[in-house]
């Protein structure tokens, strides 16, 4: 069978300009391996609900992702691309992750007025994030920092700065990156100081769990096992701790060589977690172990958060 055998593979993306370019890496990664591909757009509330003045916690599990798995469903794309923070942690019965593409950069930015880092903002500077997570990593800075919540998409939060709205903003450097606007982050932020989103900068590549040739397509095409282990490894925290993307919970893991006992090198992987205790603090972690065990190693160590006084989050529901 080669890739022409599987007809124009329709590839379905949200309106946004993020979700439109990530779709198009994909679907140039197909092309290059002899498919012939189609780009479908699908809206989702969480693009209808964009203009809504409203902070996103609380604006239900799933919303960007739910409008693009109907679609894959009921058929009217063949293939759907998440980024992976914003999926679910929970499965969905007919829909399997075809592929996880090599990600990129996992953290966070700031992008300021007046070109500054987050050391150089005076006390009462307001921030701008709709992310709980965010919101409690630059409480916990002790900066003084006024933490606002905003949304709307990337374009739109970078333009409170430009307007004045507020004097910075937190997003992720991957979106900031697909858009070509990488270099107007004024830092990027060390995750000990703030840790990404479990899976932020990686994509999900869905397909109808029926359509097994397609899906060893994409697994062949696309699939980057490294980046694979990493967030099974981060959103195993999540799933341990009950909670959906949009909780208080960062994770970020890498697969690093070491030496085992014989001199030989292995590779290992490496994972770091917080979460929040019911006061607000934040309670973090970290736990190494062989990457085979990766999702394991990220069960254990929300066990430990919890251990740590870290608040238990009812289990995901919209
Ligand atoms: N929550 C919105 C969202 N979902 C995915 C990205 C881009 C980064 C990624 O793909 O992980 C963003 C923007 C942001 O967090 O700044």
Redesign the pocket.
């Known amino acids: 069978m080669t890739a022409a055998d599987l007809g124009t593979i329709r590839i379905g993306t949200r309106a946004s300009l993020?979700a439109r370019t990530q779709t198009q890496t994909v679907a140039d990664a197909l092309t290059a391996r002899g498919a012939e591909v189609e780009i479908v757009h699908v809206s989702t509330d969480g693009d209808r609900t964009q203009a809504a003045n409203t902070p996103?916690a609380g604006s239900g599990v799933g919303v960007?992702t739910s409008a693009l798995r109907d679609a894959l469903l009921d058929g009217r794309i063949d293939v759907a691309v998440h980024?992976?923070?914003?999926l679910p942690t929970a499965g969905l019965s007919g829909v399997v992750l075809a592929a996880v593409p090599e990600r990129a950069d996992p953290r966070d930015v700031l992008v300021a007025r007046d070109q500054m880092v987050l050391g150089e903002l005076p006390p009462g500077s307001v921030i701008g994030t709709g992310s709980p997570r965010r919101a409690a990593q630059l409480n916990a800075l002790g900066l003084g920092l006024e933490v606002v919540g905003i949304r709307g998409n990337?374009e739109t939060r970078i333009r409170k700065v430009t307007d004045g709205e507020v004097d910075g903003v937190v997003?992720?450097r991957?979106?900031l990156a697909r858009i070509g606007r990488a270099g107007e982050a004024t830092e990027v932020l060390d995750p000990l100081q703030m840790l990404p989103a479990p899976s932020?900068?990686?994509l999900a590549v869905e397909c109808r769990a029926a359509d097994t040739e397609l899906e060893s397509f994409l697994r062949s095409t696309l699939h980057d096992e490294s980046t694979f282990l990493a967030v099974t490894a981060e959103r195993a925290v999540l799933q341990e701790l009950g909670s959906p993307c949009s909780a208080p919970i960062g994770a970020l893991a890498d697969v690093v060589e070491d030496l085992d006992d014989d001199g030989r090198i292995v590779e290992r992987l490496s994972l770091r977690a917080f979460a929040t205790t019911a006061e607000g603090a934040l309670v973090r972690n970290s736990a190494t172990g062989e990457t085979k065990d990766a999702e394991q190693i990220g069960r254990s160590l929300a066990a430990e958060l919890l251990a740590d006084g870290a608040e238990p989050r009812s289990v995901e529901a919209p």
């Open positions: 993020l996103l960007f980024s992976y923070k914003d990337v997003l992720a991957a979106g932020q900068g990686a």
